[in-house]
């Protein structure tokens, strides 16, 4: 126990958290309750994308993670073009006396060394790289705790990227294929380990009642989807093939009597929804209101089947323990979906095939009451694997508070 007299222990936590995307708020949701269960008496804060949002639902006070307000929007006027190259500046100084305040910083999950959607070097890999160059020049610690990696083809955004993770004072990933990308990326990883994604630490929602064997809902997960940052000469191409061939998908279950319940994962999905609503125009197909990841799992829990393509979504549908076909658009879907035994249920976001994906959609179904035992073992499996995250974790960053335990549990034996 820490004694009376003893400074807490200042935690930041650090990532576009608060900014409308459910998965990164629901790996901050995951480290949060480890942190209040396990360090109750550390003083947590944040740098992040959406302070207002992180402040109100989280109840930890928050700093704007860049100075520029304007960071997000295409700089197209001198002004705004000079504000961004000031922010960055500013940011260098801003980031390190952030950093400077904390003796533990954790980046909880997410996909912060990947690049499987677009982004610029300049925007969160430089802002990664300055968290971790700031640690260590500060003598803070920065932990990446249950990210996700990818191979990455442009160069200023893998060399930022690269330097980050070696910088880093921890690391663990959520697959086998993110360690892989950063050790075929020039990361040493020997010591680096592999668990669950961070969100299968969340409760999960209580039962719902097993189907009765009439066909019911389907929750069908969409996402503003326009390829991988390598992708963006066609991106377009690419959007319109998605949409189309979810549209077609969600008319045939409609033509089938299916109830469809339309699902996303952030604010930026919604145009998708709503030209799918318009194209169907069905009183079978309705949309949610998720604000949570815990939303997002009350979804999924109540319905026969989930078809979803953001990654989150498919962890919400399969920590719920409902039979799930992901439309993949990166290795991160297809190592979660071989991790919970469902890796035949997979079909390529890029290249949506509407009759096909009714083919697997219809052979899912058939299944579903096996796939449902096989989660249920497989969510225990990932609940134990978490745990020995959080315990690993303990251990390199809070060593005062594993010794004091390890101090408790060797007089408990000794009595």
């Not at 009183?283 to 209101?289: D, I, K, R």
Request: with cysteine; proline share 6%; net charge positive.
């Amino acid at each position: 126990m820490r004694p009376k007299d003893e400074t807490p222990v200042r935690v930041g936590v650090f990532g576009l958290l608060g900014s409308g995307n459910l998965g990164n708020d629901g790996s901050l949701e995951a480290v949060l309750g480890y942190l209040r269960a396990e360090h109750p008496e550390a003083v947590v804060d944040a740098l992040c994308g959406g302070p207002e949002v992180v402040t109100a639902r989280y109840g930890i006070p928050a700093t704007r993670l860049h100075w520029y307000r304007g960071e997000y929007r295409t700089a197209s006027r001198a002004g705004a073009v000079a504000g961004k190259g000031l922010g960055k500046l500013v940011d260098v100084v801003r980031t390190a006396a952030w950093v400077r305040k904390h003796d533990v910083v954790i980046v909880p999950g997410m996909g912060v060394l990947e690049a499987t959607l677009p982004l610029r070097p300049w925007g969160f890999p430089y802002s990664l790289f300055l968290l971790c160059a700031s640690g260590r020049l500060v003598g803070t610690r920065v932990a990446l705790v249950g990210v996700g990696a990818a191979p990455i083809g442009n160069r200023p955004t893998r060399t930022l990227v690269r330097w980050a993770a070696r910088l880093a004072a921890y690391r663990s990933y959520r697959d086998t294929q993110s360690r892989d990308a950063m050790r075929e990326m020039g990361v040493d990883t020997a010591r680096d380990e592999v668990y669950p994604d961070l969100a299968f630490a969340l409760p999960t929602p209580s039962a719902s009642a097993p189907p009765s064997g009439r066909p019911g809902q389907v929750c069908v997960g969409v996402m503003d989807f326009h390829g991988g940052n390598d992708d963006r000469a066609r991106a377009e191409g690419i959007h319109r093939r998605y949409l189309d061939g979810t549209t077609r998908f969600v008319r045939a279950l409609v033509e089938d009597g299916r109830p469809v319940r339309l699902l996303t994962g952030d604010e930026c999905d919604a145009p998708v929804v709503a030209a799918i609503l318009d194209a169907v125009d069905s009183p079978l197909v309705t949309a949610a209101q998720a604000t949570s990841l815990a939303d997002l799992m009350k979804e999924t829990a109540a319905a026969d089947t989930v078809v979803a393509t953001r990654y989150h979504n498919l962890v919400c549908a399969l920590k719920a323990g409902t039979p799930t076909l992901a439309l993949s658009y990166a290795a991160k879907s297809d190592a979660l979906m071989a991790r919970m035994g469902l890796d035949t249920f997979c079909h390529p976001a890029r290249e949506v095939d509407a009759d096909q994906l009714l083919a697997q959609f219809r052979a899912l179904e058939k299944r579903s009451a096996e796939l449902r035992r096989t989660l249920a073992e497989r969510n225990l499996v990932a609940v134990r694997q978490l745990r020995d995250q959080f315990a690993e974790l303990t251990a390199a960053l809070f060593p005062a508070t594993d010794q004091a335990r390890a101090r408790t549990h060797a007089r408990q034996e000794a009595s």
